[in-house]
């Protein structure tokens, strides 16, 4: 039970921060497709390695 209580924050803040980087991500690729800029490959990793 104590693993469970160590583990649980660290799935809270996981989920948590895909959840904003995908939001980031949004943005981000919203704002590259208006001004036709090449997206960030870190971002895209990133948003990636989140839904893993």
């Known amino acids: 039970m104590d693993l ?4 649980l924050p660290t799935f809270i803040l996981s989920f ?3 959840f904003l ?3 980031f991500k ?3 690729d919203s ?6 800029e090449v997206k960030p490959v870190e ?3 990133i948003g990636d390695f989140g839904r893993r």
């Open 4 to 7: 469970f209580i160590v583990l």
């Open 16 to 18: 948590g921060a895909s």
């Open 43 to 45: 971002v895209i990793n």
């Open 21 to 23: 980087i995908n939001i």
């Open 26 to 28: 949004d943005s981000m």
């Open 31 to 36: 704002t590259a497709s208006d001004s036709n």
